[in-house]
């Protein structure tokens, strides 16, 4: 019994400490909701002489033939006014809540775009990303439809219960403390639902997250799903999560359906108590005929609320379920950085990694006390097995991830000791995955350098030699691709990639299969153009295929995360070691 009122209590902790996370994004427009509280209180304590106004009327019906109807109608008039003033700051109390919502919930967006964009890369690739979609879209979504009920309901749930209580009390102890006697009954029948559909609604959002991402998944590689005959089994997959969820929201609608009518039941016991009560009163000369008509508004007036709380339970607590996701998002640790140096300092490129050690997995021993020395202009080429460590030493180089020992050291600073921003901007990379965003094709060519005049555009084109396929291009260079790049080919659009890094010309170039998807006579010709390029700049190249890296001035030989050879072409041949291997299995012929 301790053991389930602790679990409750951490219950209740935890989403009172989301609700104020919550608040914490409207707190700076208390402008809106301080005007909301006002036009509630006002909309609420005018409403609530409509009852008066209708027990007064029907007192003016004497009897038969005997009825005042000139105090009738000046009570109508001052009904329909009081309706009217009612109705108006209903209005501005919604337009204030709905500003509320909107404003807190698109900061909330904002910040968690902005976390997305400083979380550590590592935090991206452990993590679905069709379940990040999903929290940064319908959890936040969530988040509004529940603000948007709540914040509406609860203004003028709450002051229309303690106003009503307030009458009537005034008018009748009696009937009004059984009325407050049988009113937690209804609370207790909401909060034992609402217990029950807050875990249902977070089991559903956390399946949602799984399917958005296995959805994502599906579309992003429906070529490979289609080519290995592996719809059916997708489909098998994927019925089986969304079966899940099915199950899940299903038990989450049954609770919070329950919710309305079960407190609409106590409220209807609550309603016929007073109207027994009241006509007893009545008969006994305590209540005229119009008292208790009123006296049975105010009765309905207090229950209402709670059938309006009790409706909005399932989209509060879907609410907070979802919001719990997004605050997971929002707690991620950020990547720190130091501020950004304003140095005139040219980039000479000379690279030091000195006793380097890093592991994705803490179990997994990958590139341990690594040393490597760079001078300025190099063209430095790994080639290795694949695992053995290549795109790694590339993630270490541009800060994608942190050394877990040793230092990189860049012209005699350590990385570390460099915001990323200035690091990564002495850096051109292209690499085997090519990346477009829906654009024109200038706008994805000055990507890297959005002030690049049309001249300057032009000229890195020519130089990844792509200037001749864009002029066959509909519209030339103002020619929208998708984001996917579907209208062009995976060859043009890595040459796309490459004119990026023509255009930025910076002091030192990845290469990571740059070439890879591009047949082999424009090969030649951007080797040729690359050369060019890399003259005078540090390079690192990633190669599978080593006919590209024979001009290399230093080929590293990688396996498991360790540099077994080094050297020239040359050297590496007449060594007839693993790179001889290597280069020997991609042209020996076979007789």
């Not at 407190?263 to 108590?273: D, E, K, P, Q, S």
């Not at 009163?281 to 209540?287: C, H, N, P, T």
């Not at 541009?398 to 005699?412: C, E, H, K, L, P």
Request: net charge neutral.
């Amino acid at each position: 019994m301790a053991k389930t009122m602790g679990k409750n209590q951490e219950k209740q902790d935890d989403q009172m400490a989301v609700l104020k996370r919550i608040l914490q994004y409207a707190k700076p427009y208390r402008g809106y909701l301080i005007l909301a509280f006002v036009s509630a209180f006002i909309s609420v304590v005018v409403s609530l002489l409509v009852p008066v106004l209708i027990g007064r009327a029907i007192d003016k019906i004497i009897g038969k033939g005997n009825v005042d109807f000139n105090g009738m109608k000046q009570i109508l008039l001052v009904m329909i006014f009081t309706i009217g003033i009612s109705a108006i700051f209903q209005w501005i109390m919604t337009y204030c809540t709905n500003k509320i919502t909107f404003f807190s919930v698109r900061d909330l967006r904002m910040a968690t775009f902005n976390k997305l964009t400083q979380v550590p890369l590592r935090f991206i690739d452990q993590n679905s990303h069709g379940n990040i979609m999903n929290t940064m879209i319908n959890d936040i979504d969530q988040i509004s439809d529940g603000l948007l009920q709540g914040f509406a309901q609860l203004f003028t749930g709450v002051l229309t219960i303690v106003g009503t209580l307030v009458i009537m009390l005034v008018v009748n102890v009696k009937i009004g403390l059984i009325v407050i006697i049988m009113t937690p009954l209804s609370m207790v029948v909401a909060s034992f639902i609402s217990k029950r559909t807050y875990n249902k609604f977070k089991e559903q959002s956390a399946i949602r997250g799984e399917i958005g991402g296995y959805i994502e998944e599906v579309i992003g590689n429906q070529k490979v799903v289609s080519a290995f005959h592996y719809e059916d089994r997708a489909q098998e997959h994927f019925e089986e999560i969304n079966k899940r969820l099915y199950d899940c929201g299903v038990m989450a609608q049954f609770y919070s359906s329950l919710t309305n009518p079960c407190t609409r039941f106590v409220n209807g016991l609550v309603y016929a108590v007073v109207t027994i009560s009241g006509a007893v009163s009545v008969i006994g000369g305590a209540f005229s005929v119009g008292q208790l008509t009123c006296f049975l508004s105010y009765a309905n007036q207090y229950t209402k609320p709670f059938n309006e709380i009790s409706g909005v339970i399932a989209e509060l607590q879907s609410a907070f379920a979802s919001a719990r996701r997004v605050f997971a998002l929002l707690d991620q640790e950020i990547e720190e950085d130091i501020e950004e140096e304003v140095t005139a300092k040219a980039t000479l490129g000379k690279i030091n990694l000195q006793d380097v050690s890093f592991r994705y997995n803490k179990e997994v021993p990958l590139i341990d006390e690594w040393n490597l020395a760079v001078e300025p202009g190099q063209r430095i080429a790994i080639v290795g097995p694949t695992g053995c460590g290549k795109t790694t030493i590339i993630n270490l180089l541009m800060r994608f991830y942190d050394v877990d020992g040793g230092s990189i050291q860049v012209d005699g600073r350590n990385i570390k000791d460099m915001s990323r921003k200035e690091l990564r901007s002495k850096y051109g990379m292209v690499l085997q995955e090519t990346w477009l965003f829906h654009g024109t094709v200038r706008e994805n060519i000055a990507y890297g350098k959005e002030d690049a005049t049309m001249e300057e555009i032009i000229a890195a084109a020519k130089g990844a030699h792509a200037h001749s396929f864009i002029k066959r291009l509909p519209n030339g260079y103002d020619t929208v691709i998708s984001e996917e790049g579907d209208n062009i080919s995976q060859g043009q659009k890595q040459l796309l990639c490459i004119a990026r890094i023509m255009l930025t010309k910076p002091p030192m170039l990845i290469l990571d299969e740059a070439t890879s998807n591009i047949d082999t006579r424009t090969e030649i010709r951007i080797q040729k153009a690359f050369k060019k390029l890399m003259e005078g700049r540090t390079s690192f190249i990633i190669a599978h295929r080593l006919s590209t890296i024979k001009d290399a001035d230093r080929i590293l030989v990688m396996d498991r995360g360790h540099i077994i050879e080094q050297g020239n072409h040359e050297e590496l041949l007449q060594k007839n070691g693993f790179y001889a291997q290597l280069y020997n299995s991609q042209f020996k012929q076979t007789v």
